[in-house]
């Protein structure tokens, strides 16, 4: 157990619509990732917070937003969704986002747009 | 641009013998190195990096790695391999403000 939770584990949905994923860090992180896992682009990184701050950016569709709140819970919005977002969605923190420090990852939300 | 390969998509490996994943990356500086695994219906977690000095990395559940500049790789080794090591194997670079980039991933499949 990485101490990153991530809810809901399994989202359905249809095309079109809206869904939020959440993230909790492990205790003492200041720093949460999100990354998108499919089998065609491999694991990509969205998106990175570093203490309720945007950090840095990857390959992140403008139809997906994210935000770290004050408790430094995380939540990814993804809107009018599209087949192809179907794909295991990864949270993972780290104590303060330096490239060098260990990320600890969540179990994933796997998410199938039909 | 920053890439990472990993030539092998699926080894399958007998329980007891000796393992090496191989992991060759393109970068502008020596980046930062890690290796993660993925267990069936998991997250990843680190194995191991390396920054700088001894190119002979030592991490968790009996794995190595090693540097060399040379040759651009980091390839993750295993003397001895047990059921449990099935799972997926990402190499990863990354440097400064950069964002981590991961390879496509080696599956291993332990034969009994």
């Known amino acids: 157990d990485s101490g990153v939770t991530q809810t809901p584990k399994h989202l359905i949905t249809a095309t079109g619509q809206r869904v939020t994923l959440r993230c909790s860090p492990r205790?003492?992180?200041?720093?949460v990732y999100w990354y998108q896992q499919s089998l065609d682009q491999g694991l990509q990184f969205l998106i990175q917070?570093?203490?309720?701050?945007?950090?840095a950016k990857g390959n992140i569709l403008e139809r997906f937003s994210a935000q770290q709140f004050p408790d430094l819970h995380s939540e990814l919005n993804l809107s009018s969704l599209e087949l192809g977002d179907s794909a295991l969605y990864f949270c993972?923190?780290?104590?303060?986002?330096?490239?060098?420090?260990?990320?600890?990852f969540g179990p994933g939300t796997r998410l199938l747009v039909l | 641009a920053q890439s990472v390969t990993q030539p092998d998509i699926h080894i399958t490996v007998s329980e007891g013998a000796s393992l090496e994943l191989r992991c060759n990356y393109s970068?502008?500086?020596?980046?930062?190195l890690f290796w993660y695994v993925q267990s069936p219906g998991q997250g990843l977690q680190l194995l191991l990096k390396?920054?700088?000095?001894?190119?002979l990395v030592q991490g968790i559940k009996g794995f190595e790695a090693e540097f060399k500049r040379s040759q651009s790789s980091f390839n993750l080794r295993k003397p001895s391999v047990h059921w449990s090591d099935a799972a997926e194997y990402f190499c990863?670079?990354?440097?400064?403000?950069?964002?981590?980039?991961f390879g496509q991933g080696t599956r291993l499949t332990i034969n009994p």
């Open positions: 970068y502008g500086a020596t980046p930062y």
């Open positions: 917070y570093y203490n309720g701050e945007e950090r």
């Open positions: 205790s003492g992180d200041l720093s």
């Open positions: 990863a670079v990354g440097r400064g403000a950069q964002k981590l980039v």
């Open positions: 993972a923190s780290s104590v303060a986002g330096y490239i060098g420090e260990t990320q600890y």
């Open positions: 390396y920054f700088s000095g001894d190119t």
